[in-house]
């Protein structure tokens, strides 16, 4: 296929070695591109496994420890993937977390509700500002935000900071998208619903719970990480050329009741 052939990609937290971040990182490196995958240092071993799974077929990898809450390490990721590479295409803002297991207000604290908002929010401004210097002198570059269908709609019992974090997020994808859109940077967002993922685990791993969310879910089932890649891939290739500022809503139609 080589939708990505020569272009050189940074893809955040594909720690797990099984969520998003990684499916996404298989699938532009079976398209071509130079996939830089990144997670925090305790997640090494899975981004070596990870890395060493795609080059095994011949394709391009290589990862980079980095805390997306520090513009510092972003600056040195950005970098040193300029430097080896000598350039960068793509950006996918994947990483992220839920926040606390129990979402209601009560129980939240101001520490959970700044860590979600850091880790979801935060790291994609950071994100857009260390590479968007680079793809404006190249004169093109394609960045996709991971959000959530809790960017869209409100769900019951969700940490505040993670509802916050994502309906923010849309908007961010949104200015960056009018700014940049004249400098030859694309920025868009997917808006996931219930994948099957590690993060998820506690919903899907639960049949009653998973009974009760699929009657919400009008396709009926769990999307997979698959999915979810091949809506990057397509915002990130050239066949999305014309597209800024997109939501990209992959969630069986949860949002549309």
């Known amino acids: 296929m080589n939708r990505l052939a020569g272009k050189v990609a940074i893809v955040t937290g ?9 499916v996404i990182a298989r699938v532009f490196a079976a398209e071509g591109a130079t996939v830089v995958v990144t997670a925090n ?7 070596d496994t990870l890395v060493r799974e795609i080059t095994d077929l011949g ?3 290589s990862s980079a420890v980095l805390d997306v809450t520090r513009q510092d390490q972003w600056a040195s990721v950005v970098a040193d993937t300029v430097q080896r590479h000598g350039r960068i295409d793509i950006l996918i803002n994947n990483a992220g977390t839920p926040g606390p297991r129990d979402g209601s ?10 860590h979600v908002i850091d880790v979801n929010l935060n790291s994609q401004f950071y994100g857009i500002k260390a590479v968007t210097p680079h793809m404006e002198r190249q004169g093109n570059g394609a960045i996709v935000n991971i959000s959530s269908a809790a960017g869209i709609i409100v769900f019951p019992d969700v940490p505040p900071g993670y509802s916050a974090s994502k309906g923010a997020s849309r908007h961010l994808t949104k200015a960056a998208a009018v700014d940049f ?3 030859g940077i694309r920025v868009n967002g997917i808006y996931p619903g ?8 506690h919903f899907t791993e ?5 009974a009760g969310l699929l009657k919400g879910i009008p396709i009926g089932r769990v999307g997979t990480s698959e999915e979810i890649a091949k809506a990057a891939l397509f915002l990130a290739s050239d066949d999305a050329s ?11 139609g949860l949002t549309s009741i």
């Open 242 to 252: 014309y597209v800024i500022g997109a939501e990209l809503v992959v969630d069986g």
């Open 105 to 114: 207000w009560d129980k939240a604290t101001a520490e959970d509700f700044h």
């Open 181 to 183: 859109a004249r400098r």
């Open 206 to 210: 639960n049949p009653e719970m998973l």
């Open 59 to 61: 394709q391009s990898a």
């Open 14 to 22: 594909a720690g797990s070695g099984t969520g998003m971040g990684a």
């Open 194 to 201: 219930l994948i099957e993922t590690p993060m998820a685990a």
């Open 41 to 47: 240092a305790n997640r090494q071993d899975n981004m």
